[in-house]
Every structure is written in structure tokens, then in C-alpha cells.
């Protein structure tokens, strides 16, 4: 198993180094300057939306609802385990890659989520659906790259990353857990939770992330500004180890030579791996939400790589290395290991503030973790609706996420890691490529926005038709009114 790992992160360190990082990095500078930073300008409206977006879903899922189930993908491991597994492999300067990879990031979820919400249809039960594949097929016309994008969000989100949150689970709650629960266990339990929601369909996810996915932020980052305030002397200290770090000549364990370049591969993919942006994931949620521009969904979505690197990945980076657990000595030793990813976040918080805290982050780390399975599981579903429209297809990836969850509560940390950072890379390419090719028609959905707001519109109304700052006409009909006809009312007990 050990040389499997390894020979998983030789092929994920290669591809990150030689492909994903440039096209990463570049696409977010090219989108940047495209819409002359639109993460920055518009950052006091990204807050608005998201204060205001509860409502206006006439009974579909309102643009807040799409929000948190990107957020529960979003703020989850990446930013517990993630960000340890970055220091461990990677050293304090990894974070810095991290900061830099959202900052660019925040203008390619901007693009994603609007070319989401350009491109969605509506599905059969009157609620919409939408994503990178659905873009791919309608705005380049290119059915089989949709179809290609489709299969690897199956297996990537359905697979691989719901393994790496289910590992996660099964180490608070297994033998060396305060529950002890053997891994069978574990596994058995996480299984059956897991069923409860994603059997259930998009709109059950939905109802849950609404009110999951702030509270268990909330949560973690209280916790997060207790440490920061009880050691708030040592802030600067931190952030400037951090920034020095980025560019200096250390070596770190796990596998890559030099430190700069261990510091920018794993800060490059567990940036990614935390906030998605680039990955095509969260335009999947984007796509589902009932709002009355495309730029409004863009401007949420685009906080939330905000919220999740700048803000929560930067307080998980400042517990560990405030607390003295950790050191790049210890990783070059080879003594803090990158299976130490697992406790490390958790022992830091212990040694700061006391052993009481090992059960209320054994609480919340199951929390981080259960929310990103049912949002993955999600993200799978509509990729094979895309597939297929046959209503019985769609049971396919439900029953392939919930036993995913089993099978990654007995795998080994190190290889569901690895396979994770390899399918995502591939996601990702295919995923910018595709924002490259219809840049265009985010900058003019924008375009149209930043028109209507100049002449005092304060909730600005998209519409399709003859629209002076598209290409060309837009497919389909949802954005041809004034807005997207607001989805039919539902029950609980309506399915996708």
C-alpha cells in the first residue's frame, strides 16, 4: 500500500508542477484582468448578495441554498486536515501558494458560477440544472467534452473526494477516536448517515447545507479568533514566517526537492482541494439557484473562495503553528509524517487550549466532513443527469457515494489523498479550458450588471434577447424573460 501511495503522489506532484498549477494560476490572471478584478471591486457586493439571498426562490433553492451547498463542499477537511497535510509536505510557505491560488481563484468561481447560471435548463421537475459540462455542450457545443467532464465529476466527487471526507470521519469517530468505535464500525455508521440525506436528492441536500454549513463555520472559526486573541501578539510573527517561508531555500519532507517548490505544489493543491475554484464542482450548486442575474450567483460564489482560503484556511494555518506542535524540523526528520495530517489540527487546538477540546473537534471535524460528502454526492448526481435524463440513472451515483463513504473509512490516508489530487487535476484542465474558451459571455453577463447598477438599478434583471453585451444569442429559453421563471413549489417529498 505504501508504494501505491507513493506512486500516486509522483504522477499528482508531476501533474500539479507541469500542467495544473500554470493553467491554474494563469486562468485566474487572464479572468482577472478580463473583468479589471472583479473579486476585488466588487467584494462589498459579494457580502450583499449573500446577506439578501434567502429568499426570491419561489419553493426551488433560493441563491443563499446553492451558496451553502458550495460552502459545505468548500469548508470541510480541506480546511482541517488539508492545511496540516500542507504544512507537514510543504512548510509554512505553502500557505502563501494557498492565499495566492484564492486570490486568483476568486475570479474563476466568479466565471464559473456565472456561465452556470448563463448556461442552466430546466430539469424535469421544474427546478434548474447546470455546471461545466452543461456550459461545455451549450456554450462551446461540444456534447462529448460535456459528456467527458460528466464521467470524471462521477468518480472524482462521488469517489475520491467523498473517501477523503469519509477517512476524516472515521478518525474521530474510530478506534483512536473518544468513541473508540472499530473501524467496521465506522465504516457501518458513516454509511448509514451518509443514506439518510443522499438518497434523499438535491433538495433534501439543499434544506440541510442551508443551515449546516454556517453553523459549523461559525463554530470553527469562533474557536479559530479564541486562539487568535489568546495569542494575538504572535499574529505578525506568523503571517511573516508564512510569507518568507514562500520563497525560502528549506527543504520539507514528502517527496519534492527544494523548499519553494514543495511550498508551491501543495500549497497549489490543497488550495485547490479546499476551495474548488477552477475544479468545476461548485457551478454544479451555482447552476441550481433562482436568481434574477447570472452576476449575482457569480458575486456569491466568488466569496466563498474568499471565505474559505483567506479566512478559514488562514486560521487552521495559524492554530498549528501558534501552538508548537508542529515544526519544519520535524517534518524533515521525517517524525511529523503526512498521516500526522489526520490529528494534527486537533492536537494543536488540545495543546493551546486544554484536552477538554477533543471531543468538540472530534464533533466538528464530523460535521466538516458529513456536509462536503452530501455536497459531493450532489455534484455527482447532476453530472450524471446530465448523462442521462432516465429517471433511474440518477440512483447510480447515489448508491456509488454512499458505499464510497464505506470504502473510504477503511482505506489508508496517504492513498485516498493522492487519488483525490490526480482525478481533480483532471477535472480542473478540462473545467479552465472550457472558461478560456467562454470568457466572453462572462465579461458581458458582467458587463450588463455593472450597466444596470451605473443607471441606479439596485437589483439588476437579466435578459437574453438582443442583450448589446453578449457574443450572440443565448440557447434556450430560461434567460429570454425578465429573469428565470421562478421554479414550481415543492415538498420535501418532491425527487429530481
Given at each position: 500500500?505504501d508504494?501505491?501511495?507513493q ?22 490572471i ?12 466588487h ?11 434567502r429568499?426570491?426562490?419561489g ?10 451547498i458550495?460552502l459545505?463542499?468548500?469548508?470541510g477537511?480541506g480546511?482541517?486536515?488539508g492545511?496540516?497535510?500542507a504544512?507537514i509536505?510543504?512548510g ?7 492565499w495566492?491560488v484564492?486570490?486568483?481563484?476568486m ?7 456565472t456561465?452556470?447560471?448563463l448556461f ?8 434548474f440544472?447546470?455546471g ?6 451549450r456554450?462551446?457545443?461540444s456534447?462529448?467534452?460535456g459528456?467527458?467532464?460528466a ?7 462521488g469517489?475520491?473526494?467523498i ?9 474521530v469517530?474510530?478506534?483512536?477516536s ?18 439518510l440525506v443522499?438518497l434523499?436528492g ?13 453553523i ?6 469562533l474557536?479559530?479568533?479564541i ?9 505578525g510573527?506568523?503571517?511573516w514566517?508564512?510569507?518568507?517561508s ?33 475544479q468545476?464542482?461548485a ?6 439557484a ?10 456569491i ?5 474568499f471565505?474559505?482560503t483567506i479566512v ?9 503553528l501558534?501552538?508548537?506542535?508542529y515544526s519544519?524540523?520535524a517534518t ?5 509524517t ?11 487546538v488540545?495543546a ?6 477533543a471531543v ?11 456536509s462536503?460528502i452530501?455536497?459531493?454526492a450532489?455534484?455527482?448526481e447532476?453530472s450524471m443527469s ?5 429517471p ?5 451515483p447515489?448508491?456509488?457515494s454512499v ?15 493522492n ?9 480542473t ?7 478560456l ?11 450588463d ?13 437579466f435578459?437574453?434577447t438582443d ?5 450572440a ?10 429573469g ?9 417529498e418532491a425527487?429530481?
Open positions: 500500500m508504494a501505491l501511495a506512486h500516486l503522489q509522483t504522477i499528482s506532484d508531476w501533474i500539479t508542477l507541469h500542467i495544473t498549477m500554470w493553467l491554474l494560476v494563469g486562468t485566474g487572464v479572468l482577472t484582468i478580463a473583468t479589471r478584478g472583479v473579486q476585488l471591486r467584494l462589498p457586493a459579494m457580502v450583499r448578495q449573500v446577506a439578501s439571498s429568499g426570491g426562490a419553493g426551488g433553492i433560493s441563491s443563499f441554498q446553492a451558496f451553502t458550495s459545505a463542499a468548500r469548508v477537511i480546511n482541517v486536515f492545511v496540516a497535510a504544512l509536505l510543504g509554512p510557505g505553502a500557505i502563501f501558494w494557498m495566492m484564492a486570490l486568483v481563484g475570479a474563476t468561481a466568479f466565471f464559473e458560477a456561465l452556470a447560471q442552466k435548463v430546466r430539469h424535469a421537475d421544474g427546478s440544472r447546470g461545466p459540462a452543461y456550459y461545455m455542450a456554450g462551446m457545443r456534447r462529448p467534452l459528456v467527458a467532464f464521467a470524471l465529476t462521477i468518480f472524482t466527487c469517489f475520491s473526494i473517501m477523503v471526507q469519509a477517512n476524516a470521519v472515521a478518525g469517530i474510530g478506534p483512536a473518544p468513541l473508540g468505535l472499530s473501524q467496521g464500525a465506522a465504516a457501518a455508521v458513516l454509511v448509514g448517515l451518509s443514506a443522499i434523499g438535491v433538495r433534501r441536500v439543499a434544506r440541510v447545507t442551508e443551515w449546516m454549513s454556517p459549523m463555520a461559525l463554530i470553527y472559526m474557536l479559530a479568533l486562539i487568535v486573541c489568546l495569542h494575538i501578539t504572535e499574529l510573527t506568523i503571517l514566517t508564512i510569507v518568507t514562500a520563497f525560502g531555500p528549506r527543504p520539507f519532507a514528502g517527496g519534492v526537492t527544494g523548499g519553494i517548490l514543495a511550498a508551491l505544489i501543495n500549497g497549489t493543491k490543497r488550495g485547490l482541494f479546499s476551495n474548488e475554484a477552477g468545476g464542482t457551478p454544479f450548486a451555482a447552476a441550481t433562482t436568481v434574477a442575474h447570472p452576476v449575482q450567483q457569480g458575486l460564489q466568488s466569496l466563498g473562495v471565505v474559505d478559514v484556511c488562514t486560521a487552521t494555518a495559524f492554530i498549528i501558534v501552538s508548537g506542535v519544519p524540523a524533515t526528520a521525517g517524525t511529523l503526512p498521516d500526522a495530517a489526520a490529528t494534527l489540527t486537533s492536537e494543536a488540545a493551546v487550549l486544554g484536552g477538554w477540546t468538540p473537534m472530534a464533533v466538528l471535524i464530523f460535521v466538516l466532513a458529513y462536503s452530501i455536497a459531493a450532489t455534484y455527482s447532476v446530465f448523462i442521462s435524463s432516465a433511474h440513472w440518477r440512483w447510480l447515489r448508491l456509488v458505499a464510497s463513504t464505506g470504502l473510504g473509512a477503511l482505506a489508508t490516508l496517504t492513498v485516498v489523498w487519488t483525490v489530487d490526480i482525478t481533480m487535476a483532471l477535472m484542465v478540462t473545467n479552465l479550458v472550457a472558461l474558451a467562454l470568457a466572453r459571455w462572462g465579461v458581458g453577463a458582467l458587463r450588471w455593472e450597466a444596470q447598477q451605473a443607471a441606479g438599478i439596485a437589483e439588476p434583471v435578459v437574453s442583450n448589446p453585451h453578449l457574443p444569442e443565448l440557447p434556450g429559453d430560461v434567460w429570454a424573460a425578465a428565470p421563471p421562478a421554479q414550481e413549489p415543492t415538498t420535501m425527487r429530481p
